[in-house]
């Protein structure tokens, strides 16, 4: 009877001697080269326990942990203790790391990484959360978990789930968002144009706005409803669209209506601004009560951004464009960082005709005068292609022909007069297009301004080369 109570006493003790607890040195080894069979399928062994996922896919970007729960197979056998890790399929290292809340009967050890396995010596059905983050693992890849888990019949099985891929929420949605904005924004601009000519007046980018919106860069438009002056604005732009009322065809003493995003702060604002002729400051018209029922949004998938301000046509405000009166109109958009009035002085170019508020029109923006363009064709033929022949001549050619003559003079000198004559009477008849343009007038709008000036000094340079004998000799080749 002793030797009996001895011998159970002793298995029992030997028993319990061979249990297995995981603590901070149960790392899982390098997983085992799988058996495959030729054509090279996996061959699954069968198991009493597996490792259930939740989704089939992993966002980092998406700040919800992976979920998945550990469950047994077989209604006998229940999961006493369980190790877990995530690894990548391509090289079998440890990545991310693993949740633990207070009351969880789970434990966080770092084998490879920081809190990259978890164990349970008494695991109770728990989910379990797992999380990486982008910096960790790139999209595209695939990751699996590798358990080894202790049943209530005290054997170790390790198992493994199927693999997860992980995505990239944010390159993915800038994807679908270029697509979708270009749809989208192509829908806004059609419906924006929709009623132009019938139900509201409007200020189109180009004349087949309304036809084909793939060619729209801003609409605006207007209706009068008796009393106030209705406007909405919309554009493709991250920063600011501005619109622009102008008495004339020059850019000074107008009003500008700004509708601007602040990209550090999102903060969306539509202010009223008077600009003088004569410097390049804005001035902000105040009170703002006369520009009323403001509204303004920005839509960051299309880019583009929609306001609306409503106006008295006349107002008790020196400042303050007096829309009873026709006026030209001009529309202008900024990147972040673009000032407005350096952008305005360079490429304003009002609506070929003036509008009338309380009238539904069609506006499209003006096309450059067929006269500004034989302008810029004469310049071209007579600087770009005649000067630089002239040029030449004079630089290169004298050595040639140095006995012969023609017209009384050396060959090169003959030629090269004939050419710089040329070049100044088109320079003229270049200039001349220029004036009537501007009705006999002077650009005074920044760049035009000084591209005025310079063609100017450049005119007379040609005139006085041309009629050099009529000038002192040392005089001219000092100029000359």
Not at 126 to 150: D, L, P, V
Not at 208 to 225: A, R
Not at 294 to 318: G, M, Q
């Amino acid at each position: 009877m002793i030797k009996l109570v001895v011998i159970v006493t002793v298995c029992f003790l030997t028993r319990e001697s061979f249990q297995l607890n995981f603590d901070g040195n149960s790392c899982l080894q390098p997983a085992p080269e799988q058996n495959k069979e030729p054509d090279g399928h996996k061959i699954i062994g069968q198991s009493f326990f597996r490792l259930e996922l939740l989704t089939s896919e992993y966002d980092p970007n998406a700040n919800e942990p992976f979920k998945l729960r550990p469950i047994t197979l077989h209604h006998g056998i229940s999961i006493k203790k369980i190790l877990v890790q995530a690894l990548l399929v391509e090289s079998g290292r440890t990545i991310g790391s693993w949740e633990s809340s207070v009351n969880s009967n789970f434990l966080l050890i770092n084998c490879e990484n920081e809190k990259d396995t978890l164990i349970s010596n008494n695991y109770n059905g728990e989910i379990i959360n797992w999380q990486a983050n982008i910096e960790q693992i790139s999209s595209g890849s695939k990751i699996y978990f590798r358990a080894s888990i202790i049943g209530s019949n005290e054997e170790l099985v390790n198992v493994e789930s199927k693999s997860v891929e992980i995505i990239n929420s944010k390159n993915l949605a800038k994807t679908q968002s270029k697509n979708r904005s270009k749809r989208d924004v192509f829908d806004f601009f059609k419906s924006a144009t929709e009623h132009c000519g019938s139900r509201r007046s409007c200020y189109v980018s180009l004349n087949t706005c309304d036809v084909d919106p793939k060619t729209c860069n801003f609409v605006l438009s207007w209706e009068y409803d008796g009393q106030l002056v209705n406007f909405e604005l919309t554009g493709l732009s991250k920063a600011w669209i501005a619109v622009v009322l102008s008495d004339d065809r020059y850019l000074g003493n107008d009003n500008i209506i700004v509708c601007s995003r602040y990209s550090e702060t999102d903060r969306l604002s539509i202010d009223h601004y008077y600009k003088k002729k004569d410097d390049s400051i804005l001035y902000k018209i105040e009170p703002e009560d006369h520009l009323k029922n403001k509204d303004i949004s920005y839509n960051a998938n299309e880019a583009y951004i929609n306001c609306k301000f409503s106006r008295p046509k006349t107002v008790d405000n020196e400042f303050v464009s007096d829309l009873s009166k026709p006026h030209f109109i001009y529309v202008e958009r900024g990147a972040p960082g673009e000032m407005i009035v350096e952008k305005l002085n360079r490429l304003f170019q009002p609506s070929e005709s003036q509008v009338e508020f309380a009238r539904n029109i069609y506006v499209s923006t003006s096309p450059r005068s067929w006269l500004v363009k034989v302008h810029a064709i004469l310049g071209i033929i007579a600087w770009v292609f005649l000067g630089s022949i002239g040029i030449l001549l004079a630089r290169y050619y004298k050595p040639l022909w140095p006995n012969h003559v023609l017209n009384s003079f050396r060959v090169w000198f003959s030629f090269h007069r004939s050419i710089m004559i040329f070049v100044t009477l088109l320079s003229l008849l270049s200039l001349l297009f220029a004036l009537v343009e501007l009705n006999w007038g002077w650009s005074s709008n920044g760049n035009d301004y000084l591209h005025s000036v310079l063609g100017l000094i450049v005119i007379i340079c040609s005139c006085i080369n041309v009629n050099k004998k009529k000038i002192k000799k040392n005089f001219f080749y000092y100029f000359y």
